[in-house]
T-cell receptor
Framework: AQSVAQPEDQVKVAEGNPLTVKCTYS??????LFWYVQYPNRGLQFLLK??????LVKGSYGFEAEFNKSQTSFHLKKPSALVSDSALYFC???????????FGTGTQLKVEL | DGGITQSPKYLFRKEGQNVTLSCEQN?????MYWYRQDPGQGLRLIYY???????QKGDIAEGYSVSREKKESFPLTVTSAQKNPTAFYLC??????????????FGPGTRLTVL
């Protein structure tokens, strides 16, 4: 069975500092990995995905994520955080050939002035 | 959220009542999904549909029913058999579920509260 772990319920960073939101996964075979963001009382917005190729994936709003197969991780990063980045972030995984997307429990990011 | 609409935004239900949540998409996507979101639990799949007139149960289908009579529409009924229906419900769609690389896009959600 596939699973996703987001080990931090909350991450706090100061505006202008780099941010990292952690994600590790477990899946049989090669994974397809996704990051979504959710603002309060809204749906999820797609940020980026890793399918194959370059381990560093660039996405929307200046976010990027690094795929590390040996560590089974797909951490979300941004070089300089904004207060407006404060939201709930979800990592998700689907195995190659599979049709079910499995989500982590989410990480609340708070960017402070 | 663009392209997928959900209504109503807020819904209140008395115990014992069935309620139907609407989901419409104009993205010409084949696949549609319903998820339930509870605090601290992430998203759990209720039902999904790959084509019109076909749908499959997800991980937590008990107490829910769906239909897929049109490509654009995938309504979810929360029945009185659902023991704890208070939650945030999210509808999603993707162009082709058979492709593992496919991206799901989400609607704005419906918050259901049982009084």
């Amino acid at each position: 069975a596939q699973s996703v772990a987001q080990p931090e319920d909350q991450v706090k960073v100061a505006e202008g500092n780099p941010l990292t939101v952690k994600c590790t996964y477990s899946v049989s075979g090669n994974p397809y990995l996704f990051w979504y963001v959710q603002y309060p009382n809204r749906g999820l917005q797609f940020l980026l995905k890793y399918i194959t190729g370059d381990n560093l994936v660039k996405g929307s709003y200046g976010f990027e994520a690094e795929f590390n197969k040996s560590q089974t991780s797909f951490h979300l990063k941004k070089p300089s955080a904004l207060v407006s980045d404060s939201a709930l972030y979800f990592c998700a995984v689907r195995p190659m050939g599979g049709n079910k997307l499995t989500f982590g429990t989410g990480t609340q990011l708070k960017v402070e002035l | 959220d663009g392209g997928i609409t959900q209504s109503p935004k807020y819904l209140f239900r008395k115990e014992g009542q069935n309620v139907t949540l609407s989901c419409e998409q104009n993205l010409n996507h084949d696949a549609m999904y319903w998820y339930r979101q509870d605090p601290g639990q992430g998203l759990r799949l209720i039902y999904y549909s790959q084509i019109v007139n076909d749908f499959q149960k997800g991980d937590i289908a008990e107490g829910y029913s769906v239909s897929r009579e049109k490509k654009e529409s995938f309504p979810l009924t929360v029945t009185s058999a659902q023991k704890n229906p208070t939650a945030f419900y999210l509808c999603a769609s993707s162009s082709m579920m058979r492709s593992s690389t496919d991206t799901q896009y989400f609607g704005p959600g419906t918050r259901l509260t049982v009084l």
